[in-house]
C-alpha cells in the first residue's frame, strides 16, 4: 500500500505544481501547449527510443506474455470504440480518444516500480514487453483510427495517402521503429548522442505531469463526468479483466508474469495522455480523466495486490 501511495503522490505534487503556476499567472495558455510540443516531438521519443534500443530484442519477444497483452489490450481497445461510436454515436476520432484513455497503462513510471517489488528483476524483461505492445501495436493502430475519423470531404487515396504521411513523419513513430531497428542489430549511439537522449527521455515524465497540472487550472468538467466515468471503470476494472482474461483463454502458465500483466493492465492510462489528446484538441479532458483516474488506481491497484497475495488470482 505504501508503495501505491509512494508512486501516485509524487505525480500529484508535479501536477499540483503545474496547477498552482498557470492559477498565479506566471504561464499562459500559450506557453503551456509549449511545453506539450517539447514532450510529445522530442522527449517522450527519446524515452521511447532508449526503452526499445537498450533492450535485446529477445526481451521485446515473450511471445506468451505479448499474446496475452496485445489481445486483452485489443480487446479493450475494441470495447471503447464500440462505446463511444456505436452507443454514444461521437465521432471515430473522438471515440478513438475515449477508448486510448481504456488501454494504454503508465507501464514505465508507475507499472514498473510496482512490478519491482511484486518479482524482482524479472519486472525489467516484462516492461519491454509492454513497452512493445503499446508502442509498436496499440499506439500506431490508435493514430491510424483517430486519423481515419478526421472530417473531411476529399477523395478516399488523398486521405489514405495524409495518413499514412502523417504516420511515418510522426516522430512517435520514427523513434519506436529506430529503438527496434538499434536493437535488433545492436547498434549504440555516439556518446554525445546517447547523453542527449537520456538527458531528453528523463525530462519527459516530469515535463508531462507539470504540463498536465497546467492543463487543468483552466478545465471545466461540465458534461464530461459521465465519458470520464467510462474511461475510469474501463482502464482500471475492465482493462486488467481483459488480460486476465486473455491469460485464462491462452493457458499462459507462469503465474509470476501472469501477476505481472494483470497489474499492468490496471495501472492508470499514461501520463502522456492528454498531450496525444492535444493532438485532436482534446487535452483538457484527457487530462482530467488522467487525474481522476490516477487518484481511482490508488484503491484498485491495492485491491488488486490483495487478491494475489491472498491467492484469489
Not at 235 to 259: D, G, R, S, T, W
Request: hydrophobic letters at 55%; aromatic letters at 10%.
Amino acid at each position: 500500500m505504501l508503495t501505491v501511495l509512494n508512486i501516485t503522490s509524487s505525480i500529484f505534487i508535479i501536477i499540483a505544481i503545474g496547477f498552482a503556476t498557470v492559477r498565479r499567472g506566471l504561464l499562459g495558455p500559450k506557453d503551456t501547449r509549449a511545453l506539450g510540443v517539447f514532450v510529445i516531438d522530442y522527449a517522450l521519443p527519446a524515452l521511447l527510443f532508449k526503452a526499445l534500443s537498450q533492450r535485446p530484442l529477445g526481451e521485446l519477444l515473450n511471445v506468451d506474455l505479448l499474446l496475452a497483452y496485445t489481445f486483452g489490450s485489443l480487446l479493450m481497445l475494441t470495447f471503447g470504440i464500440f462505446v463511444g461510436y456505436i452507443i454514444q454515436r461521437k465521432g471515430l476520432q473522438v471515440a478513438t480518444i475515449l477508448a486510448m484513455g481504456m488501454t494504454m497503462s503508465n507501464s514505465a513510471f508507475m507499472g514498473f516500480p510496482i512490478a519491482q517489488q511484486m518479482i524482482g528483476s524479472a519486472a525489467s524483461a516484462s516492461l519491454a514487453v509492454y513497452v512493445s505492445v503499446e508502442n509498436l501495436i496499440m499506439l500506431p493502430l490508435i493514430f491510424t483510427l483517430a486519423e481515419l475519423g478526421r472530417k473531411t470531404k476529399a477523395h478516399w487515396f488523398l486521405i489514405m495517402r495524409g495518413i499514412v504521411h502523417r504516420l511515418i513523419t510522426n516522430p512517435l513513430i520514427i523513434s519506436i521503429s529506430m529503438g527496434v531497428v538499434f536493437s535488433a542489430f545492436d547498434l549504440h549511439l555516439p556518446a554525445p548522442f546517447n547523453h542527449a537522449v537520456d538527458m531528453l527521455s528523463g525530462a519527459s515524465a516530469p515535463v508531462a505531469l507539470f504540463y498536465i497540472g497546467c492543463t487543468l487550472a483552466g478545465l471545466s468538467l461540465k458534461g464530461m463526468a459521465s465519458d470520464i466515468s467510462i474511461i475510469v471503470f474501463g482502464k482500471l476494472i475492465l482493462h486488467p479483466m481483459a488480460v486476465y482474461l486473455m491469460i485464462f483463454l491462452l493457458a499462459f502458465e507462469n503465474p509470476v508474469l501472469k501477476q505481472a500483466a494483470i497489474i499492468n493492465a490496471g495501472m492508470p492510462m499514461f501520463s502522456i495522455y492528454p498531450l496525444l489528446g492535444q493532438k485532436y484538441g482534446h487535452e483538457g479532458f484527457c487530462a482530467a480523466a488522467m487525474v481522476l483516474t490516477t487518484m481511482m488506481s490508488f484503491f484498485t491497484i491495492t485491491g488488486l495486490l490483495w487478491l494475489f497475495q491472498s491467492g484469489y488470482l
